[in-house]
Nanobody, 124 residues
Framework: HVQLVESGGGSVQAAGSLRLSCTAS????????MAWFRQAPGKEREGVAAIGRDGSTSYADSVKGRFTISKDNAKNTLYLQMNSLKPEDAAMYYC???????????????????WGQGTQVTVS
């Protein structure tokens, strides 16, 4: 049974920071590309950042220079360090996995078929 569990969301003031975590069970990060997505009320889901098995990364233009995606394969944990948060970053954040993937070239959701339940980020 594969499960992704996000944590670390919360409420923060604009310009503040948060670090999201996503821990996997039943799935080895060394076999998957991982990504963070977000969805705000009334808006479409947006790819935020992705990381490949080879360590390649891709970011949405809206978060470049502010967010950093990383992973610890030994802990099967994915991270998203979010700095200089803006009100428009407020959303439900989801982590997702794409098996049989090595390199990420974008933050599109195509192929990601394992999803967590999400963690809420509020920026005021």
């Amino acid at each position: 049974h594969v499960q992704l569990v996000e944590s670390g969301g919360g409420s923060v003031q604009a310009a503040g920071s948060l670090r999201l975590s996503c821990t996997a069970s039943g799935l080895s990060f060394s076999r998957a590309c991982m990504a963070w997505f977000r969805q705000a009320p009334g808006k479409e889901r947006e790819g935020v950042a992705a990381i490949g098995r080879d360590g390649s990364t891709s970011y949405a233009d809206s978060v470049k220079g502010r967010f950093t995606i990383s992973k610890d394969n030994a802990k099967n944990t994915l991270y998203l360090q979010m700095n200089s948060l803006k009100p428009e970053d407020a959303a439900m954040y989801y982590c997702a996995a794409k098996l049989f993937c090595t390199v990420v070239l974008s933050t599109t959701a195509q192929g990601y078929n394992i999803w967590g339940q999400g963690t809420q980020v509020t920026v005021s």
